[in-house]
């Protein structure tokens, strides 16, 4: 029975997997801010990319 409480408490004293949490956190955060990022943009992208096909698209392009 001690060494059910002895390995119990060795565990909740155990700091290595720390590390790994503090990276989950901070990749969620990463994701988040992109995903907000490209939500705030995307109405001003597609209206850019709208206007630049327009623009390609009347415009007299000549090689040579």
Do not use: C, F, H, P
């Not at 060795?10 to 990022?37: K, M, P």
């Not at 992208?45 to 415009?59: A, D, G, H, K």
């Amino acid at each position: 029975m001690n060494w059910i409480i002895s390995k119990l408490r060795r565990a909740v004293t155990d700091e290595s997997g720390a590390v790994t949490v503090d990276w989950v956190v901070l990749t969620a955060a990463v994701v988040v801010l992109a995903i907000g990022a490209i939500s705030v943009l995307d109405g001003q992208i597609s209206s850019l990319v709208s206007s630049i096909s327009t623009e390609l698209q009347y415009s007299n392009v000549t090689g040579g």
